[in-house]
């Protein structure tokens, strides 16, 4: 039965790694999505990859896409014959903006793959294989999980632990118009840091993963603080500093760079006025002469997920 599925379509959230202290490790998922379709077609054809959409137009072709090169290990992987493939994708997570835009990509292939091969991979090890891929799991665990994910390489393998929020937020998100590749935003970083920062990010990131299970939102102003990423990128992205001090005096708990950036991400509480926290977000930006996207969002809770197979 499996060898007969000729096509899928698949949708991925956009994710936020690192959600303030917690650098390569948390993630979450938000309702902002890439939507993928993989259809198997003669292998005479090769891989075709048609894109709308932001940013879509700048998309690499043929194997050296992400979404078909992750299709490719995995249906590799699994023993299936060489096949070509026609994808079409709808762009909506813009790219290199700390918004997991390529973790859907990759997402994407492995949940196709997996999906016309009859579905052998759970979703536990769909995020290893992602991981392999992406080389840390704060954007591909979420974006397979939903939900906002607790991450750790163990030889080899990924443990993720899906928190079950107590309490619903809301998220704010600035995507100003400067794109920031991750390996610039990664090269800013030292390669060592004080031990105190080190304690600095352990003590707010377990604050943090304590105040979401609990519902003690108060707890969030100090435990989004961050001294491991956020003190070397923020002056990649002119505004953000102050747009994220906006942030706090429109009502946010607090706001952090998303991913690598150069995205903003403020937590807001469920009845907070969410629109003011954006114009404040954005003021500093438009004082640069600097366009930005305003999205407010929820989590995701469902991760990747088959729309239609066939
Ligand atoms: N944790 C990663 C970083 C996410 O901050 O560099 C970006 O892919």
Same mark, same amino acid.
Request: glycine share 10%.
């Given at each position: ?241 102050? #747009? ?15 991913? #690598? ?8 509480? #469920? ?40």
């Amino acid at each position: 039965m499996a060898d007969m599925l000729k096509k899928v379509t698949v949708q991925v959230p956009a994710t936020s790694a690192n959600c303030g202290p917690g650098f390569d490790c948390l993630g979450l998922a938000c309702t902002l999505y890439n939507r993928f379709t993989y259809e198997r077609v003669p292998e005479a054809e090769g891989i075709q990859v048609e894109a709308e959409g932001q940013g879509g137009e700048s998309l690499p072709q043929g194997r050296n896409n992400l979404a078909a090169e992750a299709f490719c290990i995995l249906w590799e992987k699994l023993g299936k014959p060489a096949t070509g493939l026609r994808i079409s994708t709808r762009i909506e997570v813009p790219v290199s903006r700390g918004l997991g835009s390529s973790s859907t990509a990759i997402v994407a292939g492995l949940t196709a793959a997996n999906a016309l091969a009859g579905s052998p991979l759970s979703k536990e090890e769909l995020v290893t294989e992602a991981t392999r891929i992406e080389g840390h799991p704060d954007n591909v665990a979420p974006a397979i999980l939903g939900g906002i994910t607790v991450n750790v390489m163990e030889e080899g393998k990924v443990e993720s632990l899906k928190l079950a929020l107590a309490r619903p937020l809301q998220l704010v998100v600035l995507v100003p118009s400067i794109p920031l590749p991750t390996s610039k935003a990664r090269a800013a970083l030292p390669q060592e840091v004080p031990h105190k920062d080190a304690v600095y990010n352990v003590s707010r990131a377990a604050l943090l993963v304590g105040s979401l299970l609990t519902g003690d939102y108060h707890f969030l102003r100090t435990a989004l603080e961050d001294r491991l990423h956020q003190p070397y990128r923020l002056p990649l992205i002119p505004g953000a500093e102050e #747009a994220l001090e906006g942030a706090r005096q429109a009502g946010a708990y607090n706001g952090i760079i998303s991913g #690598a950036g150069s995205t903003l991400l403020a937590y807001v509480p #469920a009845e907070g006025d969410a629109r003011k926290v954006g114009e404040a977000m954005a003021a500093p930006f438009r004082k640069r002469n600097i366009e930005t996207a305003l999205h407010v969002l929820d989590i995701d809770p469902e991760g990747a997920r088959v729309i239609e197979i066939q």
